[in-house]
């Protein structure tokens, strides 16, 4: 319930009333108040009236301590997201994370805008894409087919075919020359209604079609969350390299999802053996030798690579939630990085980093602060048996800096601060069109940008109220398992395509006494499965782990699959 804010002129009122109650009860008559009296009243009512108003900040400050203390996201601004198309690339041009792109909005102020991944655009394009369903393939509208392509007059009509019981799109791309897709991206223009279409996508397999035009485990991908709500596909096989040798993580905080987070997929690093190339999959010919008649043959004679993404049989009509799919896009946020180096003496200890503190931008979340001798600063809850390491809160949109120490004891004299920082809402107004250069040297100088979306998502800060309700959400489940009900209900949600689960307790003897263990049985169909057996597998050791992670101590767990019968 909000606080109720009374004004200096209510709260002296209040206590003018109550003074002459008072004196009533002493039988004490007063029908002026002393003039000195008045002035405290007032005095005394002013002072009320201010810590009124700081009502709201202080619960706020109360908030965000209690949220950093169980290390739960923090209350921040949120940038606003756009996608970018790039063209003029006929090799392969790799563009780098947080590359600057310009905009400008139609009330003349000008917005930055950082790409929130690293991707590879070149002269690949999707030459063409089909939606299966319902035993059923047509050819999805949204797909730029080249002329060639158009001027054999597909038909629209559903051709029918019996591809099994799942919906699936089938892309065909048309790589570089002597390239194959190794970052690249793809991005789904998904109509307003296609929810469904969007969450599933956030969690289906795709698949390259192999040179046979087999779909099969070497082909399989699956996608992951990355930077800003981005989807990046792994293998499920992992090439030997990969395997050898894990990617480097980086560390740099990730933005939160943004607005158009679940459309945009980055493929992974290809290794040659796995840039497989196919004229047409297996079971495709008739249906395209119907959709595009005698020309089929020549169109579709050419190797090519070719994608399919497999989702749920309840899935909504994919042909009309889907309205494009485009090649060389990404998402990119109204993000900069604030870089400043404080002086102590000069700047003091407590420094503005957003509107809230009198900066003339929002925060969205510290990057580092690093101090003299290139050691970095801690959060304030975070544990640390250095003595000497320096601290940081953020309080009241500033940071407030507990400077590290020397050996000797004395305190160091500057720290290097990097934020990410976000116009908030303000950069909403970017609209279609309005993101007009990228900042590349090199062979991207002749690349061209085009935003087909506005930018949107763009937040000052997050609401006491939304704030309060993801802090009680988390501080109640902070995800434990605790009884047979949450074991099941975590299960049930880790995959969609486990189709029942059974939990049975037992008791064992381990180690000379005895210990309780869950047994987790989950039922699989083999139609949701291209490599059914090697797929399960995988399935089962990562609900192992999950489950592992999150479950009591001292009780054994187990996790095995079934088939469910057809």
């Not at 802090?471 to 074991?487: E, G, K, M, Q």
């Not at 767990?557 to 057809?566: A, D, K």
Request: some cysteine.
């Amino acid at each position: 319930m909000p606080y109720q804010r009374a004004t200096a002129i209510e709260i002296d009122s209040k206590m003018r009333e109550d003074f002459r109650k008072r004196l009533k009860e002493y039988g004490v008559s007063a029908e002026t108040t002393d003039p000195v009296l008045a002035v405290l009243f007032r005095t005394f009512a002013q002072q009320l009236e201010n810590l009124y108003s700081d009502t709201g900040r202080i619960r706020l400050a109360l908030l965000d301590e209690l949220i950093a203390g169980l290390g739960i996201e923090p209350r921040k601004a949120r940038p606003a997201q756009a996608v970018v198309r790039i063209h003029g690339a006929s090799a392969p041009v790799p563009i780098d994370a947080g590359v600057v792109l310009r905009s400008q909005s139609p009330t003349g102020e000008r917005f930055n805008f950082s790409t929130d991944a690293p991707v590879t655009v070149s002269g690949a394009q999707i030459v063409f894409g089909a939606a299966y369903e319902k035993n059923q393939l047509r050819v999805l509208p949204g797909v730029e087919m080249p002329e060639n392509f158009l001027a054999a007059r597909p038909a629209l009509d559903p051709v029918k075919v019996n591809l099994g019981p799942n919906p699936a799109l089938f892309l065909a791309v048309q790589p570089a020359p002597k390239e194959h897709l190794s970052g690249h991206s793809v991005y789904f223009d998904l109509t307003p209604d296609a929810r469904p279409v969007q969450d599933a996508l956030a969690s289906e397999t795709w698949c390259f079609a192999g040179p046979q035009g087999e779909f099969s485990a070497p082909g399989i991908l699956r996608p992951r969350p990355a930077n800003a709500g981005l989807r990046r596909l792994e293998w499920l096989i992992r090439p030997g390299a990969a395997a050898a040798g894990e990617e480097l993580q980086d560390k740099t905080p990730l933005l939160p999802p943004g607005f158009y987070a679940g459309r945009v997929f980055l493929l992974p690093p290809i290794p040659p053996e796995r840039q497989f190339l196919c004229a047409v999959p297996r079971g495709l010919e008739p249906p395209l030798g119907r959709i595009f008649g005698r020309e089929a043959q020549h169109l579709f004679s050419q190797p090519r690579a070719w994608l399919k993404i497999t989702f749920p049989r309840d899935i909504p009509p994919l042909h009309t939630a889907i309205g494009g799919i485009f090649l060389h896009a990404i998402t990119a946020s109204n993000v900069e990085c604030f870089n400043q180096t404080i002086v102590f003496e000069k700047h003091g200890t407590a420094i503005p980093i957003s509107r809230e503190g009198g900066t003339d931008w929002q925060l969205v979340s510290p990057l580092s602060l690093i101090g003299e001798n290139d050691t970095p600063y801690l959060d304030e809850m975070a544990p640390s048996t250095d003595p000497h390491v320096g601290r940081f809160a953020i309080r009241n949109g500033r940071i407030e800096i507990t400077p590290a120490r020397w050996p000797d004891g004395r305190p160091q004299s500057q720290v290097n601060v990097r934020v990410w920082i976000s116009a908030g809402e303000a950069a909403n107004q970017v609209g279609p069109g309005q993101i007009t250069s990228i900042e590349l040297k090199g062979a991207g100088a002749s690349l061209r940008v085009l935003n087909p979306t506005s930018a949107a998502g763009g937040a000052s800060s997050e609401s006491f109220a939304t704030a309060q309700e993801r802090f009680s959400a988390a501080l109640l489940s902070r995800d434990r398992i605790v009884t047979r009900a949450d074991l099941l209900a975590v299960v049930r949600a880790f995959d969609r395509r486990i189709r029942d689960a059974r939990i049975a307790s037992a008791v064992e003897r381990v180690g000379g006494a005895l210990r309780r263990v869950e047994r987790v049985t989950v039922s699989l169909d083999r139609e949701d499965f291209t490599d059914p057996e090697l797929e399960a597998a995988y399935l089962r050791d990562e609900l192992q782990s999950l489950l592992a992670s999150r479950f009591l101590h001292d009780i054994g767990l187990s996790v095995r699959t079934e088939w469910v019968e057809p």
